[in-house]
């Protein structure tokens, strides 16, 4: 058993479980069944991209109170042997036939009495990743043990993060900064948004990302009609506004800001804008405190929008960040999850500049007891300026 993950000591995965489990005696699960690239990264330190392939699947398995338990693909054992993770069972896969779930029978059945609960996490940004057909011989290899919902279990517990985990994310939003520093060196009037992107994510490696596991953005006259699009080969124009999205990763944690530069001289209404979305950001980051909803975060920025004579865009605006590009929670009118310090989090609001036209303006934070403390470095008031 290694004592050490690629990026944290064994303790760091240890205080992970143990919080993990005093969460499951509450809620009188037996163990916790876990099978994203998050969550078992999160528990084991087990890092890679091999999970882009959909393939195989990988299993943690933490017991109710002893360390956790690997089940997974033979490819993945040399690698699991790395960290802490000292219990570790494979299988040779793909295999048709029986795909790891008589081994995870096996496995659960030996941590969980015959009318014992094994928690899932099942709820809001969560999967189960095996197949469906699947999941089904194993409710009913496990029968007449349960599967309960184990989301809350999860989400109470990632959320919070430790000093190590925002360590590393404020290193990730340091990668971004750099480059996005580097953008009026990319980014010229007759480029295409596709040359951009390129250029950008070329940047943002060159800073120290692992990889760029997201980008998005828009240009046009004054602003871009969405944030989720990906580039075209239409070229930057005198007048537009463009906005790019980053979702870079560094030890496996995520930034997830934006910025936005005027290619030429802006028009009022895009100034107005931006400094409306700086001011009402700022004023959100004045009035964050632990013991806030999500949903209170949501209406300071709607109403830092309009005292500041922008008109807000629908949808959430803002939202958890860490192993993933969004985690819980999410600012929106109905979400009540209550602020904790040691939360990873997004401002994100968005304003219409003209019918069909947005900005949006992002930032990265983390909340401590005397309120925000910034992780992305803040953006200028004014809107800035590529370009004669």
Wanted: with cysteine; aromatic share 6%; charged share 25%.
């Amino acid at each position: 058993m290694a004592d050490a993950s690629r990026v944290f000591p064994a303790d760091e995965h240890r205080a992970r479980v143990a919080a993990l489990q005093e969460g499951m005696a509450a809620d009188g699960l037996d163990a916790l069944l876990l099978s994203t690239a998050a969550d078992v990264f999160y528990v084991s330190g087990f890092l890679t991209r091999f999970w882009e392939s959909p393939t195989r699947p990988w299993f943690v398995v933490v017991p109710a109170s002893s360390a956790p338990i690997a089940v997974i693909p033979a490819i993945g054992e040399t690698l699991m042997r790395r960290t802490w993770i000292a219990d570790i069972r494979t299988w040779d896969a793909p295999d048709p036939v029986d795909d790891g779930v008589s081994l995870l029978v096996e496995t659960l059945a030996s941590v969980v009495p015959e009318q014992g609960r094994v928690g899932l996490p099942a709820g809001p940004e969560t999967q189960v990743r095996m197949p469906l057909t699947d999941f089904r011989k194993l409710e009913s290899g496990l029968a007449p043990r349960k599967f309960v919902d184990a989301t809350g279990v999860v989400c109470r517990v990632r959320e919070v993060k430790s000093e190590a985990e925002i360590d590393r994310i404020r290193a990730t939003c340091a990668v971004a900064d750099r480059a996005f520093a580097r953008v009026p060196e990319i980014a010229a009037p007759g480029r295409s948004l596709a040359d951009v992107f390129r250029g950008f994510q070329i940047a943002l490696l060159e800073e120290g990302a692992d990889w760029v596991s997201y980008l998005a953005g828009g240009a046009g006259p004054e602003g871009y009609s969405d944030v989720i699009s990906p580039a075209d080969n239409r070229p930057l124009a005198t007048g537009n506004v463009m906005m790019l999205d980053t979702g870079a990763v560094r030890d496996g944690y995520f930034c997830d800001f934006d910025r936005n530069f005027a290619i030429g001289l802006p028009s009022d209404a895009a100034s107005r804008a931006h400094a409306a979305l700086h001011a009402a950001t700022e004023a959100a980051l004045s009035a964050l405190r632990p013991g806030l909803q999500a949903r209170d975060v949501h209406r300071l920025l709607v109403d830092g929008l309009r005292d500041n004579g922008a008109l807000p865009c629908g949808g959430r605006l803002g939202h958890g960040l860490g192993l993933a590009l969004t985690e819980w929670p999410s600012f929106t009118p109905k979400d009540e999850t209550v602020l904790r310090a040691g939360m990873v989090l997004t401002l994100e609001p968005a304003a219409e500049v003209a019918p069909g036209r947005i900005l949006v303006h992002e930032e990265n934070l983390v909340l401590r007891e005397h309120g925000a403390e910034l992780l992305s470095a803040r953006t200028p008031a004014e809107l800035p300026v590529i370009g004669p």
